[in-house]
């Protein structure tokens, strides 16, 4: 079965940038759109960025919307979310999720692949 996993979390300054990336070894991503979610503490999931299979097509929260950006290299497989000028808010677990579509929708009931997270924490 695909399994997902995400890499490059951490902790941040305010103002700072991380990327994430997301890949699925001994899978193709080819045929896969994907999309990062992102749960803080005490807070419900919600979709932060997805970017359809070729990487034509892309979706933003409007609260990361001109600070993240999303972007797909399929040649090597992996999918990055570049996050710049960082907030407390968007302290979260992330991950990344691959729906069986080549369409990219943000929405969560598409998604039917998920990984195991990776940790955020922007703080002072």
């Known amino acids: 079965q695909l399994q997902l996993v995400e890499s490059g979390g951490g902790l941040v300054q305010p103002g700072g940038s991380l990327r994430l990336s997301c890949a699925a070894p001994?899978?193709?991503?080819?045929?896969?759109?994907i999309g990062w979610f992102r749960q803080a503490p005490g807070k419900e999931r919600e979709g932060v960025s997805d970017?359809?299979?070729?990487?034509?097509?892309?979706n933003y929260a409007d609260s990361v919307k001109g600070r993240f950006t999303i972007s797909r290299d399929n040649a090597k497989n992996t999918v990055y979310l570049q996050m710049n000028s960082l907030k407390p808010e968007d302290t979260a677990i992330y991950f990344c999720?691959?729906?069986?579509?080549?369409?990219?929708?943000?929405?969560?009931?598409?998604?039917?692949?998920w990984g195991q997270g990776t940790q955020v924490t922007v703080s002072s």
């Open positions: 970017i359809s299979s070729s990487g034509g097509s892309t």
């Open positions: 999720a691959a729906a069986p579509s080549p369409l990219a929708t943000l929405r969560e009931d598409e998604y039917d692949y």
């Open positions: 001994g899978f193709t991503l080819d045929y896969y759109a």
